[in-house]
């Protein structure tokens, strides 16, 4: 088994009034997503708005998710920046905080070329010993890490030892790990969880998993117990929360939910993303309640999740 698998949410990054980090409700969802089951927490990412933030906030939540983590969940670090420089302050920060391992898009703007992109990585890898997981987002990123780009930069860059694939296709699993069994591959579709653990991949990373971390677990528990017919019936279950993202902007819905589930404003989405349309709440609530997404809650765990937050 990899080091790193199983259901992995790409935690928000919760708001209070002032703008800045909710410290007590990160910390409340970090001990819901232990008590669930969950693996492990995948930080700044698309989900949580990281390159939305700036550096100090970034470097901020590597603390704030390792310190309340406490080993119960591994984290995974987007470092990701417009610049080189700011990812690699990032990874480095990463390393002197004892974070489990780094992830990062592409070069998104400048730096798109293959030379450009193995050295981008390399300089990554240059300030930690952490692993490094590479994260195909090309929706976002609008460069697709490519079955040779891939190789091209494993071969230069040996601390690079997975990939997060949320590009849609499942039969890239396939294709991955048919060039190297051993790599760690993550899929990013909730709704592909069970057909990418059949191929080969170790894990799950999506939106959904942040609203019904039970559902995607139960998946995963299911496979790795052999029940395929309890496995399925979990990923038709989990599939379904799939459809509030149908119709409201997936990030604002989630941090607009978790905060009904957690009972904590989280905050809005930062700009240029797009907000929740006025008075749509009512509608997001209803749909989620019917879903049952509303069932899922850290109030399932009661003595479990008792938020303690260390002052500043």
Not at 15 to 39: N, P, S, V
Not at 63 to 82: D, N
Not at 162 to 172: H, L, P, R
């Amino acid at each position: 088994m990899h080091a790193f698998h199983g259901v992995i949410p790409p935690i928000i990054t919760p708001f209070d009034t002032a703008g800045r980090i909710h410290e007590e409700a990160l910390a409340r969802l970090i001990d819901w997503y232990a008590a669930a089951g969950c693996q492990g927490l995948w930080v700044c990412g698309g989900t949580g708005e990281g390159v939305t933030l700036t550096n100090h906030e970034r470097l901020r939540m590597v603390e704030l998710t390792r310190e309340h983590a406490r080993g119960r969940l591994k984290v995974i670090f987007h470092v990701a920046a417009t610049t080189t420089a700011d990812a690699v302050e990032a990874a480095r920060h990463c390393q002197q905080v004892g974070v489990e391992a780094i992830c990062s898009v592409p070069p998104f703007f400048y730096g798109k070329g293959e030379r450009e992109i193995v050295d981008y990585y390399r300089a990554l890898a240059d300030e930690t010993d952490r692993p490094i997981f590479l994260y195909n987002l090309p929706d976002a990123s609008g460069v697709p890490l490519t079955l040779p780009l891939v190789q091209a930069i494993v071969d230069a860059v040996p601390s690079v030892i997975g990939i997060k694939q949320s590009a849609g296709v499942v039969d890239y699993v396939h294709q991955l790990l048919r060039w190297n069994p051993d790599f760690n591959v993550i899929i990013g579709r909730g709704e592909t969880e069970l057909a990418a653990l059949t191929l080969g991949a170790s894990g799950v990373v999506c939106a959904s998993v942040c609203l019904a971390p039970e559902r995607f677990v139960e998946v995963y528990r299911a496979f790795e117990a052999g029940d395929l017919r309890r496995a399925m019936d979990a990923q038709r279950e989990a599939s379904r929360v799939k459809e509030i993202y149908e119709k409201f902007p997936v990030i604002a819905s989630t941090k607009w939910l978790n905060g009904v589930q957690i009972g904590l404003d989280c905050g809005p989405v930062r700009p240029p993303l797009g907000a929740l349309l006025p008075g749509s709440e009512s509608r997001l609530r209803a749909l989620a309640d019917e879903l049952g997404v509303l069932d899922h809650s850290p109030a399932r765990y009661h003595d479990e999740v008792a938020v303690t937050v260390k002052p500043r």
